[in-house]
């Protein structure tokens, strides 16, 4: 694209948003509970806080200066910014882990877009009549169908697919920008009416206990690998999405502060999605160790003997498929920027092919019951199977080819140069401390969890 001037976001409170758009995802309301209830609440919550951190801020601090510092996407960076060629596999492994994230991510993206479709329909009108016992039953028998019918879960993961296309092919301004500028003021304020909903039902103070109250006895190195895979997941990094949207970025933008900020955010929305879930669960004698379908069958539980409900309830659905809309659209960024950049294909072609491709092996694998859904490899499906390999190794390991990159390749006088556009003081300091952290701390962490996980320390 030589020539034509590469676009960028308009400025600081887009760029903000976009960026915590990628960040919140069904990674905070739909992964971040679960993955709690499955791993001992509180403990869980506090190592996931440390590895934010002290891994998460810092590498996307160093993604963001990739980006803007090269104006490239995530392959192409590394070619401007004259690292050794072996930096590029960031870029192609950012690239496939795009695809083997969004195989899986678009198809519980479906579940939640029908989930918005169900409440308006009406679909959870009997719930109000039902005694407690034949209401958990419904929701889990509907969540069953949802996820594993025939050709239903199909059908709207192509839905998901054509509404992320559409939003792609108009750019970054008109698309990107333009979309999370709306909806994401509309999720913050969507999610603190479902917390008011569940801080007040009766056992709301053991569904707060469970996700705040640190029992140390429960921290095990697969809690803590866990918690790591999640951080990177959540704020969307490891894969060069942050690289992609760092390259949009204007140059007055402060990169660290818009990290912390991010994260924080972040954070602030899995921590309120915990707190709608967790009430809900211990309210209605759930296991909060449910597995992947624990928000499908608790939130509907939510609003079903309230005024209002089925409209909260569509309300709750649709701000899920927000989220996982402005997630989606970063990730499909990566492989559409490298695409039409790199070959010089144009933007809409690109879109057209990425989606295309990850629509139909996402179909033919993740479904029970499509072609290749039976198969099991190494005891696990396809489904969870990409998602163990993104979030747990792929993921974390392109973080740490980041971490090296910034911390030993990259000059001290570049790195300063970079961190302190924006500011109208000379904060060293602050480059000092960030640089020791991405050299010492950041990449010797992940590498003890890493090496730890898979059995060698
Ligand atoms: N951060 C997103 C979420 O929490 C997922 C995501 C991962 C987006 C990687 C982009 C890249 O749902």
Not at 48 to 53: K, N, P, T
Request: net charge positive; proline share 4%; aromatic share 14%.
């Amino acid at each position: 694209m030589e020539g034509k001037k590469r676009e960028t976001f308009s400025g600081s409170i887009t760029i903000f948003l976009a960026t915590l758009g990628s960040a919140v995802g069904l990674g905070n309301i739909w992964k971040f509970p679960y993955l709690t209830g499955e791993n001992g609440g509180g403990a869980f919550v506090l190592s996931y806080l440390f590895c934010v951190l002290l891994v998460g801020i810092p590498i996307m601090v160093g993604e963001f200066y990739i980006g803007r510092r090269s104006r490239k996407n995530a392959v192409g960076a590394f070619s401007k910014l004259n690292a050794p060629k072996f930096f590029k596999s960031i870029g192609y492994f950012g690239t496939l882990s795009a695809f083997i994230i969004m195989f899986f991510y678009s198809a519980v993206a479906g579940w939640v877009y029908s989930y918005v479709f169900k409440a308006l329909t009406g679909k959870f009108n009997l719930l109000r009549s039902m005694p407690m016992e034949k209401a958990v039953k419904f929701t889990s028998d509907t969540f069953a169908f949802t996820a594993s019918g025939n050709l239903y879960p199909m059908l709207w993961q192509a839905v998901v697919f054509i509404i992320v296309s559409i939003i792609l092919m108009a750019g970054i301004k008109n698309g990107i920008e333009k979309v999370t500028k709306i909806l994401m003021p509309l999720l913050f304020l969507l999610i603190i009416i479902c917390d008011i909903r569940a801080l007040t039902l009766p056992k709301a103070p053991e569904g707060l206990n469970f996700l705040f109250h640190v029992d140390i006895s429960k921290l095990s190195k697969s809690v803590i690998l866990t918690a790591l895979g999640l951080a990177f997941f959540k704020l969307s990094l490891g894969m060069g999405t942050m690289i992609t949207y760092g390259s949009y970025f204007t140059e007055e933008e402060k990169l660290i502060n818009t990290s912390m900020r991010v994260a924080l955010s972040d954070t602030l929305v899995s921590l309120l999605a915990g707190i709608a879930v967790f009430p809900v669960v211990f309210q209605f004698g759930m296991e909060p160790s449910g597995g992947a379908g624990l928000l499908f069958k608790t939130i509907p539980l939510v609003f079903s003997k309230m005024p209002f409900g089925n409209i909260l309830l569509a309300a709750f659905f649709l701000l899920a498929s927000i989220a996982a809309t402005t997630a989606m659209i970063s990730m499909v960024e990566v492989p559409v920027a490298f695409i039409s950049e790199e070959y010089k294909i144009n933007r809409k072609l690109s879109v057209l092919i990425t989606t295309s491709i990850m629509f139909i092996i996402g179909v033919l694998t993740v479904h029970p019951n499509s072609i290749f859904g039976a198969v099991k490899i190494l005891n696990r499906s396809f489904f969870d199977n990409f998602d163990f390999l993104s979030s747990n190794i792929l993921l974390p390991l392109g973080g740490l080819l980041i971490a090296i990159f910034i911390g030993y390749f990259v000059l001290k006088e570049n790195l300063k140069d970079e961190l302190l556009k924006g500011y109208s003081s000379e904060k060293v300091n602050m480059v000092s401390a960030y640089r020791f952290i991405i050299r010492y701390v950041t990449p010797i962490l992940l590498l003890v969890v890493f090496l730890n996980s898979i059995g060698i320390i």
